[in-house]
């Protein structure tokens, strides 16, 4: 018994006096994770007028305080939401060099989280969420004191742990809520049979591998794959002889979701850490006996935190909610330890999207969309990391009812009709500046069409009759 105190304790002390050999992977990590945040907040600046038409923000007045008292626009107007995504954007490129990367991370946590209450709908994807706490958990290894990274800093194996953990979270929960769904296609080994073309948006070579998983029959064995990379693999993380082969492995998996689909920038945003991940490595300090902890008010407080962080992130990995409610309400506010889930329900189809303008209801001419083709079939270009959100919510539209009209899309379709040459993030062309009354959207379910024969020149196949919705934009209300 008393050995295995002593081995405790060494391993214990070893684990907090373990200090990074290069510390230029920080280096590398914070220049990396910069191009993601520009690239992310470049391409918000660039559609923001289209978001900032159709989406209704969040009246603060309705709000919790404990949601309310951290938000930037309960101080100042939601007219000002450009200026809050320029000074993220100048935060960005001020990391990249370097400058102030705690306070720059910390502000951009701060005002990101502020701008999902002025774009609900458009900034409530898992990956927005995820950056947030990426910036969150990345200023525990990240000295407020400088006014430039410097290389003589000392980093401890714990002030990485609450980040390692998050990247954790995010993989197991995406595993766990694929199997508590009882969705019959992940249950069956069948997903990857339908996925590569009815997720969001497939780009060229989605099809290509589809065709050969069908051909080979892999599906099954893919999937397979995908819960262990997800339920089992990222626990090496925590072990340090299996950590370099866990993060390649972990890179590995995010390239593959790369060549199948476009997500954004978000994969690009789990690699960073994986990279930081891949080149960690620590020193230890032999004679551990002599080693001494300085109980000041700062460790102390630091040390609160720290043990706040890991004990919420162990409940939130397995029991997805946190031990006090209080804690919960207070990282709801600051948009932390979300639960995370990808695809746990699979779609089993793809729509093509027609849309038609009229002012007659007898003469129709067509809109052009950005990423449909003139027929209404997806593009399959590759746009990532560029994220076109109209595009991805348009998606979530195909999955409901119709009678299920969120007011976005009642605003879509008022702005195509409109003669204001808005929303071009979106709409590729317009017949003419003109004002039309009628909008016509007609939908029908596609697949891949894997005939030898055709599959090159026409990658998409109809399953079924096309259904159209008119709608008179005189009578649309909100």
């Known amino acids: ?50 978001l900032a038409l159709l989406d209704v923000p969040v009246n603060l007045n309705t709000v919790p305080l404990s949601l309310k008292w951290l938000n930037i626009f309960s101080y100042i ?14 935060l960005s490129i001020l990391i990249f060099f370097l400058v102030f990367p705690f306070w720059a991370l910390l502000f951009i946590a701060f005002l990101y989280s502020a701008l999902i209450f002025r774009f609900p709908t ?13 910036c969150f958990f990345s200023l525990f290894f990240i000295s407020p004191k400088y006014f430039r990274y410097t290389k003589d800093i000392k980093y401890s194996f714990i002030s990485f742990l609450p980040l390692m953990l998050l990247i954790i979270r995010l993989f197991v929960h995406s595993g766990l809520v ?17 996925h590569l073309y009815s997720q969001p948006m497939p780009h060229f ?33 925590l072990i340090p002889t299996y950590r370099k082969i866990t993060a390649g492995l972990l890179i590995f998996f995010q390239l593959c979701i790369l060549l199948t689909g476009n997500f954004g920038f978000f994969n690009f945003l789990v690699i960073v850490p994986l990279i930081l991940f891949y080149r960690l490595s620590f020193d230890y300090d032999d004679d551990i006996q002599k080693y001494n902890f300085r109980f000041s008010f700062k460790t102390i407080a630091v040390g609160i935190v720290l043990c706040v962080i890991l004990i919420n992130s162990s ?18 506010s600051m948009m932390l330890f979300k639960s995370y889930g990808l695809f746990a329900r699979m779609t089993t189809k793809k729509t093509k999207f027609n849309v038609f303008v009229s002012n007659d209801l007898n003469q129709w001419f067509p809109i052009e969309l950005n990423y449909f083709d003139p027929q209404g079939y997806p593009t399959l270009e590759l746009v990532q990391p560029y994220m076109p959100r109209i595009r991805w919510q348009l998606w979530f539209k195909f999955l409901m009812p119709n009678d299920a009209l969120p007011s976005w899309y009642l605003s879509l379709i008022k702005y195509i009709a409109s003669n204001d040459f808005a929303l071009n993030s979106i709409v590729k062309s317009k017949p003419s500046n003109n004002s039309y009354q009628y909008v016509k959207l007609c939908y029908q379910s596609i697949v891949f069409n894997l005939n030898k024969e055709t599959r090159f020149r026409y990658p998409w196949m109809d399953q079924s009759f096309s259904t159209c919705d008119i709608f008179d934009t005189k009578k649309i209300s909100f």
Request: with cysteine.
């Open 205 to 237: 070579l989605s099809f290509f591998i589809h065709y050969w998983l069908i051909k080979l029959n892999l599906g099954s064995f893919f999937v397979y794959l995908v819960f262990l990379f997800e339920l089992v693999l990222p626990f090496g993380l």
């Open 315 to 332: 409940f939130k990995l397995f029991l997805f909610k946190s031990p006090v409610p209080i804690m919960s309400s207070t990282f709801n």
């Open 1 to 50: 018994m008393q050995k295995l105190l002593v081995l405790t304790r060494h391993s214990f002390l070893t684990f907090f006096t373990s200090y990074l050999k290069d510390t230029s992977i920080v280096t590398l990590y914070l220049r990396l994770l910069a191009i993601v945040l520009t690239i992310n907040f470049t391409s918000l600046i660039f559609q923001f007028s289209d």
């Open 178 to 194: 694929k199997l508590l769904s009882n969705d019959i296609y992940w249950l069956g080994l069948s997903a990857l049979d339908i």
């Open 77 to 90: 107007s939601y007219d000002y939401s450009l200026y809050v995504l320029v000074a993220c954007l100048i």
């Open 122 to 134: 458009f900034l409530s994807f898992q990956w927005d969420i995820l950056l947030i706490e990426v």
